[in-house]
T-cell receptor, first 107, second 116 residues
Framework: KNEVEQSPQNLTAQEGEFITINCSYS?????LHWLQQHPGGGIVSLFM???GKKKHGRLIATINIQEKHSSLHITASHPRDSAVYIC?????????FGDGTTLTVKP | EAQVTQNPRYLITVTGKKLTVTCSQN?????MSWYRQDPGLGLRQIYY???????DKGDVPEGYKVSRKEKRNFPLILESPSPNQTSLYFC???????????????FGDGTRLSIL
């Protein structure tokens, strides 16, 4: 079993829909990151969380440390949100990644 | 402009020919790390460095070497590359807060290596 589990693996939505991607982890962490990777490969850090909730534009990320679970929400999804979203946990210098969620938003 | 710069971006080479992928950051970050990304396996950490002269193994260090002689540079060395090291490689860096790695990472654009 992976230390970091993401779901769903693939997600197709219509433009405007509310999206949720989940991440569960089984190890102690310093922080949890949500990353975005567009086709073509570049990786962008969306959020870094060690507790609570963060919001940036239409993106919201939450973490529950006790339950070892995080969610990434996208409100009013748009085709430009189509990308792979990756959950990563960090502790003592080590990083462990989920397998990623491929999101496709159709117009 | 704050950035992590990797070179080369693309390289095709042959088995056994030593190569170095350079990584440089201009943000005065303490922490730097190398990752490889493979279809079906996702991102995996190769080596990381918490500061100058401090390096440690990630999950897949076999066949790689690193050094951290200066804060800004963290080269990845493949002494004798093999086809199973064909991959997409990313370098990343971040600040440490009170010695903890809980700050956002900045990623380079990636280096696509093909080893024949």
């Amino acid at each position: 079993k992976n230390e970091v589990e993401q779901s769903p693996q693939n997600l197709t939505a219509q433009e405007g829909e509310f999206i949720t991607i989940n991440c569960s982890y089984s190890v102690g962490i310093s922080a949890l990151h949500w990353l975005q990777q567009h086709p073509g490969g570049g990786i962008v850090s969306l959020f870094m969380l060690s507790s609570g909730k963060k919001k940036h534009g239409r993106l919201i990320a939450t973490i529950n440390i006790q339950e070892k679970h995080s969610s990434l929400h996208i409100t009013a999804s748009h085709p430009r949100d189509s990308a792979v979203y990756i959950c990563a946990v960090r502790s003592l210098g080590k990083s462990t990644f989920g397998d990623g969620t491929t999101l496709t938003v159709k117009p | 402009e704050a950035q992590v710069t990797q070179n080369p971006r693309y390289l095709i080479t042959v088995t056994g020919k030593k190569l170095t992928v350079t990584c440089s950051q201009n943000m005065n970050h303490e922490y730097m790390s190398w990752y490889r990304q493979d279809p079906g396996l996702g991102l995996r950490q190769i080596y990381y460095s918490m500061n100058v002269e401090v390096t440690d193994k990630g999950d897949v260090p076999e066949g790689y070497k690193v050094s951290r002689k200066e804060k800004r540079n963290f080269p990845l060395i493949l002494e004798s590359p093999s086809p199973n090291q064909t991959s997409l490689y990313f370098c990343a860096s971040s600040f440490l807060y009170r010695g903890r790695d809980n700050q956002p990472q900045h990623f380079g654009d990636g280096t696509r290596l093909s080893i024949l």
